[in-house]
């Protein structure tokens, strides 16, 4: 099987490999995920199955001067209780929050698939802001020192997100082509369907994809500016809803043809069925009032996995808690779901940690293979007054479900919007 | 198998405003003057940053009257202009408006100008930082406004990497074209500069001096509209590792590419560093061909650069002064990939 990997990738970018007669099918065998609600599949299980809320205060930067002061911060744990991996406590430390999530949701799903130290493993990652909080730290020194360029090389080697690409390939022993998607909170979603049509085209056997952002303070008083954020509590899709929440987290699948999977005796999480992509040009930040895209994307999707809207037993929505996206993103799953709208269970885990941006997408994939994986739907636990666009139901407490198929959305600045479809392995 | 060809080409450089700037600038093959980059803290020293700046256009660019492009920096103006040059006889087909365009924007810093300026009002103030400048700092802003600008664009990535992620980003429009999921594909490359760029770059490449712009390829399946410029390989992407270094890289990237006869132009990265060159200079040192540096001329433009050495190749390749032309791009940290286009 690895040999059969090698080969293909020892082949060029252009011209591309022929297709596949029949498209392979694509399996998912390893997940790791970091979110506030702690590092690792269980953790966030447990978490998003009870509906937990990881929000607290800030206290990476200063937020005394924004209308916000909350967020939900991941609790990295210090390197000495990092696992084993193959880069030294000095490479971990050149790492900012963001590279070193990522790394650790990299070893987790790694670690999960079986998959071991080799050549030719495509990477994609989706981000928004790579170590942007390195950035930050290399501007404040060059005003404020102008004459002290301690560690200013090194911060603009690794504010770089391919460079925290190459890193993860470092700490699993491979090498491979890296891809990073900025597709603004599409990002993650994208990374991870770009590694599908890497499979599906026959460009690859196995890809390593998922996405990644840490808070940082421009960011964070980005969104204040905007007023987006939430100065009560995110509520998505309620009435009374006042904005978003943000988060960090990373998440990272490995996903693979069934074939091969089969092969090596994996076990498997799920599998991704459909992909669905395009781009809503209405506004830099704001989606098409009637969602339009994101219907195209939704149905993109279903097309490509072979479902109708009747098969999907669960939505996992952007669900930002803006009054524009939730607004728009409900006419859009009420207009696709069709009359299924009325049994259809949705909800957004954002409620739970926030708005990961280039991370959410990842996170919230991984957060469906959960669902289908253990059977239980993710609850939004506050939720009050439905907003009248919504025709389907909010999950508003815990519950078990028998889940076959999920759909998940993600749309981002700049309109680009994506939707994934993931299927129950039995 | 299905061939890609390349309907135009679009370039913004420190030579101008179109891709007859960049060729007369490269044929003359002097380097363009350089000039003085203020960097706060600095007033009263010694030190100094340099730039080679975009002159400003001769005339106001139409598409400047956009409602989208209001308050967009210069990135987005660079990669509109490359990317409406690029598309210009595909816009004008009369079939355009039904035909699906895909976009993928190319970028290694991104919005600099605007990311600076929101976050010193962040420092300064938060409560008064600009929610106008704040959605302009994402790196998939050139792309949504280049995509209201050309319209019909029906699928849009940003990627972001080393200057080699140009060519991942042509090998990406080609997959988009050959899977039948767009009609053509426009792949731009670009960068502005300010202080911040300089000042980093002076640590990692002293004589390095930065440089802005963008350059484009419009891609297309259709052999009656290419501009007698084919696609014809791109190698893989050699990605730097432990257990490869840029030199090795560089070197695997070349022995992809395969022998080259003396009639082909070589369009390298090589610019003002004998330390960052060395590896595209090893790999390429039996070169048989003549070559053109366009950041020797143009400056450290970062992705623009990669795309100007693909404009570059593209031009001679379609004003028939080579069969073929090469390109080769050995990225800063991340990975090599070449490129060959050939006479359609």
């Not at chain 2, 960049?22 to 340099?50: D, F, H, I, K, Y």
Request: aromatic share 6%; glycine share 10%.
């Amino acid at each position: 099987m690895m040999g059969n990997a090698q080969a293909k990738f020892a082949l060029m970018l252009f011209p591309l490999t022929n297709s596949p007669a029949a498209r392979p099918r694509v399996v998912v065998t390893g997940a790791g995920i970091v979110t506030a609600l702690g590092g690792g599949w269980k953790s966030n299980a447990e978490g998003f199955r009870a509906g937990k809320r990881a929000f607290r205060p800030v206290t990476l930067f200063d937020v005394s001067r924004q209308r916000v002061k909350t967020a939900a911060e991941v609790e990295l744990p210090g390197l000495d209780s990092f696992p084993a991996m193959r880069l030294s406590r000095h490479q971990l430390e050149r790492l900012d929050r963001a590279g070193k999530m990522l790394v650790l949701a990299a070893n987790e799903a790694w670690q999960q698939s079986g998959w071991t130290a080799a050549e030719n493993i495509p990477l994609v990652l989706g981000t928004t802001a790579g170590g942007m909080v390195l950035g930050e730290a290399y501007y404040r020194q060059a005003l404020q020192q102008p004459e002290n360029f301690r560690q200013q090389a090194t911060r603009a080697v690794f504010y770089q997100p391919q460079v925290q690409g190459r890193m993860v390939l470092d700490s699993l022993g491979c090498n491979g082509p890296i891809s990073i998607i900025s597709n603004a909170c599409a990002s993650g979603a994208n990374a991870i369907g770009h590694a599908w049509d890497l499979i599906c085209s026959g460009q690859a056997d196995r890809v390593l994809a998922g996405g990644y952002d840490a808070l940082g303070e421009l960011v964070f008083s980005g969104f204040d500016s905007l007023q987006a954020l939430s100065t009560t509590v995110c509520r998505p899709f309620d009435a009374r809803r006042d904005g978003l929440a943000l988060g960090e987290g990373a998440a990272m699948v490995n996903l693979e043809t069934l074939d091969s999977a089969r092969r090596r005796g994996a076990e498997i999480l799920g599998e991704l069925t459909g992909y669905g992509t395009s781009i809503d040009q209405h506004h830099l930040t704001q989606p098409h009032p009637q969602g339009s895209t994101t219907l195209a994307v939704m149905r993109q999707a279903c097309a490509n996995a072979g479902v109708t809207p009747e098969q999907i037993d669960y939505i996992n929505a952007h669900g930002t808690g803006t009054v524009l996206n939730d607004g728009s993103e409900a006419l859009a799953i009420s207009e696709w779901a069709g009359q299924r709208a009325a049994t259809l269970p949705v909800s957004s885990t954002k409620a739970s940690i926030g708005h990961l941006l280039g991370g959410a997408g990842a996170v919230e994939a991984v957060i469906c293979l959960m669902a289908l994986r253990e059977q239980w739907l993710p609850p939004q636990m506050i939720f009050e007054t439905p907003d009248p666009a919504c025709k389907f139901k909010i999950v508003t407490q815990p519950q078990e479900a028998r889940l076959n198929t999920v759909l998940s959305n993600s749309f981002g600045f700049g309109g680009v919007n994506a939707a994934l479809i993931f299927r129950r392995w039995a | 198998m299905s061939r890609i060809f390349v309907a135009g080409l679009g370039a913004v450089s420190p030579a101008g405003w179109n891709v007859t700037a960049l060729r007369e600038a490269l044929a003359q093959g002097e380097p363009l003057p350089v000039q003085p980059l203020a960097r706060p803290g600095w007033e009263n020293t010694a030190r100094s940053l340099r730039v080679r700046p975009v002159p400003p256009p001769p005339v106001r660019p139409e598409f400047l009257a956009h409602p989208r492009l209001r308050r967009t920096s210069p990135i987005t103006h660079y990669a509109a202009a490359a990317a409406l040059e690029a598309t210009a006889a595909w816009r004008a087909l009369p079939t355009a408006k039904n035909l699906r365009l895909g976009v993928i924007a190319c970028l290694q810093s991104g919005c600099v100008q605007y990311s600076c300026r929101f976050y010193d009002e962040t420092l300064k103030n938060p409560a008064t930082a600009s929610p106008l400048v704040f959605p302009e700092t994402v790196y998939a802003a050139p792309t949504s406004h280049v995509a209201a600008l050309l319209e019909n664009v029906v699928l849009a990535y940003s990627l972001v990497g080393d200057a080699a992620s140009f060519l991942q980003g042509v090998a990406l429009g080609a997959e988009w074209l050959t899977e039948n999921r767009v009609d053509a594909c426009v792949v731009f490359g670009g960068e502005e500069t300010n202080w911040i760029i300089a000042d980093a770059l002076r640590h990692l490449d002293r004589p390095a001096i930065v440089a802005a712009g963008a350059g484009a390829l419009c891609l297309c399946r259709e052999g009656q509209l290419a501009a007698g410029i084919e696609l014809a390989a791109i190698t893989d992407a050699q990605t730097f590792s432990i257990s490869r270094n840029r030199e090795q890289a560089a070197l695997a990237m070349r022995q992809q590419l395969g022998k080259n006869s003396a009639d082909e132009l070589l369009a390298d990265g090589t610019g003002d560093s004998a330390h960052t060159d060395a590896a595209e200079l090893a790999a390429w040192r039996d070169w048989p061909g003549p070559r053109v540096s366009p950041k020797r001329i143009l400056g450290e433009g970062m992705m623009a650069a990669a795309a100007w050495q693909c404009v570059a190749a593209c031009d001679a390749v379609g004003r028939n002064q080579f069969k073929a032309a090469t390109v080769s791009l050995v990225g800063s940290n991340q990975q090599a990939i070449g490129a060959r286009f050939v006479r359609a």
